[in-house]
């Protein structure tokens, strides 16, 4: 079993959906963990249930000051940072010709820059204590079009890019950055694409592997990335999605027209 005895891992967006599941798999591990996020409350809870090896601090990743007084609570709560999953994400719908560019910036913002804003400062930290692993959560977006979801799919593809740069940069330093693309997953984020029946099917049917994933299945591979068994792996690209990015994106107009006439 991968073993993360004495590492302290930095997690955004870690109170609920995939954040969750990493900072689930990480505690089982072995490892202790900081989750952040914007609201409070949920934060307190999700801490609770990971147990005495957690800890928590309301971070906004689409800030500057707020990013960097996190990753510093994390040393100064823990002693040092050894890993760090960068998590948060949003996302929009609607055709390429009618989306707003304060919608298009509004989804950068949180899942290209707000990423890169964790990235460099969760780096920072990792060169001082003499190394470290970075996975940031993307997509199967990333890396298949999806109709309707332009802003979206152009983060991810962006955030994929951020990780082999940072990797190239970073290797000499001693720390590692991967991405992992899940498919559809059983979230409160992606709610709709996984129980409504005309997303859900639409997904099914693109997967070999055809079932709905769960935030453990991310939580798994992410804490492989994480430890010393993938010492040797930077710089990867690696999707969990059934099998999912070796057939086509899917098309979830139908059900977007369907929200819009509802």
């Keep these: 079993m991968t073993r993360l005895e004495g590492k302290v891992a930095f997690v955004t967006a870690g109170a609920t959906g995939i ?6 798999e990480i505690v089982r591990a072995g490892g202790r963990v900081m989750i952040c996020a914007r609201r409070e409350e949920t934060l307190r809870e999700a801490a609770k249930g990971l147990g005495e090896n957690a800890d928590w601090v309301v971070c906004d990743v689409t800030d500057d000051a707020s990013v960097q007084a996190a990753v510093d609570a994390t ?9 760090a999953v960068n998590s948060a994400g949003t996302g929009t719908a609607g ?10 910036e509004r989804v950068m913002a949180t899942n290209l820059t707000g990423a890169f804003r964790c990235l460099r400062a969760e780096a920072k930290a990792m060169i001082a204590g003499g190394g470290g692993s970075i996975v940031n959560i993307s997509s199967i977006a990333g890396a298949r079009t999806h109709p309707w979801m332009a802003p979206y799919c152009a983060s991810k593809a962006g955030l994929d ?4 740069c940072a990797a190239d940069e970073l290797g000499e330093h001693n720390v590692r950055v991967n991405s992992v693309l899940p498919g559809v997953v059983r979230t409160p984020m992606a709610q709709a694409l996984a129980e409504v029946p005309l997303s859900r099917d639409e997904y099914l049917s693109l997967m070999p592997i055809s079932r709905i994933g769960e935030p453990e299945d991310i939580g798994r591979a ?3 990335l994480l430890s010393d068994d993938a010492s040797w792996i930077t710089g990867q690209l690696l999707a969990v999605d059934g099998g999912h990015t070796i057939r086509r994106g899917p098309n979830l107009v139908p059900l977007f027209q369907q929200g819009m006439s509802g």
Excluded at 19 to 24: D, E, K
Excluded at 75 to 83: D, I, K, S, T, Y
Excluded at 161 to 164: D, I, K, T, Y
């Design 19 to 24: 954040g969750l599941g990493c900072a689930q």
């Design 75 to 83: 040393v100064e709560r823990f002693g040092a940072l050894h890993l």
């Design 95 to 104: 055709p390429i010709t009618e989306v707003a560019t304060e919608e298009f």
């Design 161 to 164: 890019m951020l990780s082999l």
């Design 222 to 224: 992410v804490v492989f």
